[in-house]
């Protein structure tokens, strides 16, 4: 009886399988030419195309309401439709974060006139956000973040540097965290203001930084001096931090912490099975992996059930997405530990793909949305170590 | 569920929490490790009413499901309350469903599928059943061709001799050579091909997510008394995160076994028990790790608490199929399925054991 988690089941009933067959469909369809190269990118690949096919089927924005673009579906409706395309690795990312994120955040605390204006524009598949958080100085230390607002006629002048943020070179708006006040190291939680920003603001500079695949995902962004409507301003002056870190737990507990490297699974029982008869080995790996993934896909499911309700589990998606990264992070080494696999990377070859540009991209997971470290810390506040 | 029936289930856990919490303690515990039956904590257990839980109503149970019965089935683990309780509401449960009479007294499961001939006698062994040698019957699953009875067997019938376990429960090996059953009865779906198996897996998983939880919550209160280099030894990192790592298996046991009882609910025990025991057990492994790790040598000392849990722990991961026995298991029938099936086999519905979604 001691635990100090929630975990309440929720289920997701029969009626709902049309809607996962119809995005199987779409799916099927729009994913026939995707290598596993591209697959491997999931939730972060950039696709407006698809993103606004997504869109055509009113696959996005679901939960809202209709008079912002929205469908008025169930959060179970949402989770069938985001789960099938985490499943097939679909390019989500130019319509995820506004989806997760930034749609749910203006919903709750935007004006009448920014929902009007950008939930719309992010149902139909053409604004694509990123989230303006770390700062060259400031990682998990996010608090301590530097980057300025300073009043100025109708508005505020931003200015500083964010870092790391995914697509922001693609992006249309950044929903930004700016000190406007505080900073102070004793009350440095204070004096934090989210502003959405329109990345074509004069004085903003996007510098593209290659990771290690050799691609660019992640910016680093430069402000000088760039002006924001007062009518931009998110929320309340000075209150970014808990409006910021209120939204964490829509972005830890989704199956994308723990999906990510999801596509290789059917790659490689089918590659086992053309080999012969399964081993022993092969055979218990691939069945302690799937139990893993049916009990994170419940506590998932049950982190959702409490958002639905309106509760903010912040600790239990911190515990999902700790144990969710760990999951989707031994994927790639599971499959090299029951194969022979070459040490070339064979173009064409859609799990020697997803096994090139995976082993590569793995350890972001547990550095992306917060550390694994910073996680754990979370946990440890709420099991009351003091 | 509706709100009123989860109430009953959580107030029944609470009432064995405030029972367990008074008079489970080390010397009950080493009382029982050492062969005698803890006959007063039975008596006040009997008084709750709790053995008959999960037993139909018309058998005269309370009717409870497997969800709503599974607070108490865990804090029964969380204290490592030692007398077989929750072997005897399983029993309960299949022997009241089975239309057969609910004996007084404890009753221990045997794991493994007997034999039942034309005259009506149970032939088979068990390699390990836990209490036995403190119960008056064993309930067996056993075959006769192609239909599946439940026998309700007098241990007096059946050749018992000890055997040793981690835990130092009081267990058996046995030989059953033609023996009359006390009663016995056809019992259709009850339990699947793999009879009573998935339901003693669902049982320790929760019992084992229960002392995670107990693990848990001592490990914390050590890490925020114990002092070394001038501070609580909670207060270093690397301690914390041992302990939020040890919290997030606590609580993906927790869901497991939950999630392994409502299956049993929905007549897809295996398919629970598949899931929630190979889940289960890496949790119990690491989190026995990490506890032994928090309390140092005083907590590998046989005075200290920690190993009645921790041994509980690594003989529960064995009992009811191993972690690596159902991850086989199923790692066997995705291959077979093949890659294609593999998302939907996740995703599906749920339909009962051996229905093909």
């Not at chain 1, 469908?71 to 179970?76: A, K």
């Not at chain 2, 367990?20 to 009997?46: H, K, M, N, P, T």
């Not at chain 2, 109503?57 to 089935?73: D, N, R, Y």
Request: charged share 25%; net charge negative.
């Amino acid at each position: 009886m001691s635990s100090p988690f929630t975990f309440k089941p929720l289920e997701i009933p029969p009626e709902l399988e049309p809607l996962r067959e119809q995005v199987r469909e779409f799916l099927r369809e729009a994913g026939r030419d995707w290598s596993g190269w591209k697959v491997g990118h999931s939730w972060t690949g950039f696709d407006k195309d698809f993103s606004r096919a997504v869109a055509d089927k009113s696959w996005i924005g679901m939960t809202w309401p209709t008079q912002y673009g929205g469908g008025e579906r169930s959060h179970l409706e949402r989770h069938v439709v985001v789960e099938e395309m985490l499943a097939a690795g679909a390019p989500l990312g130019a319509h995820w974060f506004g989806d997760r994120q930034s749609g749910p955040l203006l919903l709750r605390l935007g004006t009448e006139e920014q929902r009007r204006r950008f939930l719309p524009a992010i149902a139909r598949g053409e604004a694509s956000f990123c989230i303006g958080l770390s700062e060259p100085n400031s990682g998990s230390d996010l608090a301590s973040i530097r980057a300025k607002a300073v009043r100025t006629d109708g508005g505020w002048l931003l200015t500083g540097t964010k870092i790391w943020t995914t697509n922001a070179h693609l992006c249309d708006y950044m929903i930004g965290l700016f000190r406007t006040g505080g900073g102070d190291t004793k009350v440095k939680h204070e004096g934090l203001s989210q502003f959405l920003i329109d990345m074509k603001t004069p004085g903003i500079e996007v510098r593209p930084i290659r990771d290690l695949t050799g691609e660019n995902h992640f910016n680093e962004v430069f402000f000088d001096e760039a002006f924001v409507p007062d009518d931009m301003l998110v929320g309340e002056e000075g209150n970014g931090w808990k409006q910021a870190t209120s939204e964490l737990a829509f972005e830890r507990s989704q199956p994308d912490r723990f999906m990510s490297c999801f596509p290789v699974l059917p790659e490689l029982v089918d590659a086992i099975n053309k080999r012969g008869s399964p081993d022993r080995l092969a055979a218990r790996e691939i069945g302690a992996t799937v139990a893993d993934l049916v009990i994170l896909r419940e506590m998932s499911l049950s982190v959702l059930g409490q958002l639905a309700e309106g509760k903010t589990p912040a600790r239990e998606a911190a515990l999902v997405k700790d144990l969710g990264n760990s999951h989707e992070q031994q994927i790639p080494n599971l499959a090299r530990d029951l194969l022979d696999l070459p040490a070339t990377i064979e173009q064409g070859n859609r799990l020697s793909e997803l096994e090139g540009i995976l082993t590569q991209n793995v350890p972001s997971y547990s550095l992306r949305g917060g550390t694994r470290e910073i996680l754990r810390g979370i946990i440890a506040k709420g099991l009351g170590l003091r | 569920m509706s709100t009123e029936e989860t109430t009953i289930g959580e107030l029944l856990a609470e009432q064995l929490e405030r029972l367990f919490s008074r008079e489970v303690d080390r010397e009950r515990i080493v009382a029982v490790e050492q062969g005698r039956f803890d006959r007063a904590l039975w008596d006040a257990l009997e008084e709750i009413g709790v053995r008959l839980a999960l037993a139909p109503e018309e058998a005269g149970g309370v009717g409870l499901t497997w969800e709503e019965a599974e607070p108490a089935l865990r804090t029964a683990g969380e204290w490592a309350a030692p007398v077989p309780l929750g072997e005897t509401m399983i029993a309960a449960w299949a022997l009241g469903r089975a239309g057969l009479e609910i004996p007084d007294g404890p009753v221990a499961l045997a794991e493994e599928i007997m034999a039942l001939d034309e005259g009506g006698r149970v032939s088979g062994s068990a390699s390990l059943v836990p209490w036995l040698s403190q119960c008056d019957y064993l309930l067996v699953v056993a075959r006769q061709n192609q239909s599946t009875h439940l026998c309700l067997m007098d241990r007096q019938s059946l050749e018992l001799s000890a055997v040793d376990t981690l835990a130092r429960i009081p267990s058996s090996r046995v030989q059953c050579h033609k023996a009359t059953p006390i009663d016995f009865a056809e019992i259709g779906d009850l339990v699947g091909e793999l009879g009573l198996l998935p339901h003693i897996a669902t049982l320790r998983t929760v019992q084992m997510a229960g002392l995670l939880d107990r693990l848990l919550s001592l490990c914390v209160e050590y890490g925020n008394d114990r002092e070394q280099f001038g501070r609580p030894i909670g207060k270093f990192q690397a301690v914390q995160h041992m302990i939020a790592e040890m919290a997030s298996q606590a609580a993906a046991a927790r869901v497991a076994g939950l999630y392994a009882c409502r299956q049993v609910d929905r007549n897809r025990a295996i398919q629970g028990a598949t899931v929630a025991k190979a889940r289960t057990g890496p949790a119990a492994t690491r989190g026995a790790e990490a506890a032994h790790q928090v309390f140092g040598a005083i907590g590998f000392t046989d005075e200290h608490i920690l190993h009645y849990y921790s041994r509980r722990l690594w003989q529960w991961r064995s009992e009811g199929g191993s972690e690596n026995w159902w991850a086989e298991r199923l790692g066997r029938e995705v291959l077979a399925a093949g890659g294609e099936k593999l998302w939907p086999h996740i995703t599906a519905p749920a339909t009962a054991d051996g229905e093909d979604s």
